[in-house]
């Protein structure tokens, strides 16, 4: 496979046309059956998902949040930050010393994903509201510019529970399914695989990444070529429900004052 930066994009405003910018620059970098990843970062900058904290009154919660928040950034304990994130998730699992929650479309992040860097003249970058819808919207946009059939990955660089250090993950996608179901396939050994379920949308998401940056490369477009899923059953599963999450289940029992 190859991984190419899509290069010499402007700085994203909102209303700006993702498809038809990447469109005028990708050339025959991107072909047919080809996987583009966008950083979040830009698809909320087109969609106007920009914020300041003097938008936010404080509720109680968010003052009770920044109260006893850890000793975090300036931003983050700022009660007006809370109420942000507050008004982004609809389920708060850790609130101190840290803000985790889950989103409204079912992610789950620190800060609800909202992002303090990489926005210039606004205080916060909220996440697209649907950023599987925003996946389909480009795919649609690309194809309308001549890119037929290319799958989209929304990417957001995320921490990692258990282990130091960020990477990408994928939030939405169009295109293509999220995971390849390895289930029933045979091991080296001759046995059965029984539970591995690839989630290669994750996967192409860490790589492009890798070329991305995440600081002023100003890269936030990639195309990854000669890569195929394959013939292994696909599934469009990728944020577990409340009933399928030990973890999660554990976190709400949790008293972590
Ligand atoms: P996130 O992972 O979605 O939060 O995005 P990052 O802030 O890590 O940015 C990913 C890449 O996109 C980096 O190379 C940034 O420099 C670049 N980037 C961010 N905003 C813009 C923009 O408006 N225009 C361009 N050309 N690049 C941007
Ligand atoms: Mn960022
Ligand atoms: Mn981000
Ligand atoms: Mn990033």
Redesign the pocket.
Known sequence: MELTPVT?????RPGDDLAELIAERAGDDLESGDVLTV????V??AEGRVADLEEYPVSARAQEIADTIGDLTEEEKDPRFAQAVLEESTELLIDCPFLLTETRFGHINVNAGI?Q??VPGHDL?LLPKRPTKSAERIREGLAEHGYDDIAVIV???CGRPFRHGQR?VAIGWAGMPASRDWRGEMDRDGDELEVTVQSVIDELASAA?LV?????????AVVVSDWEFGDLEGSNELFRSVEDDLVRQALREWDWK
Do not use: M, Y
Not at 8 to 12: A, K, R, T, V
Not at 39 to 42: E, G, H, I, K, L
Not at 214 to 219: H, L, M, Y
């Open positions: 010499d994009l402007p700085e994203i950083a979040s970062t830009v909320s900058k992002d860097s990489n970058l990417t957001d660089t990408g990444n991305t940056g995440e600081g002023a490369d100003g890269v936030p």
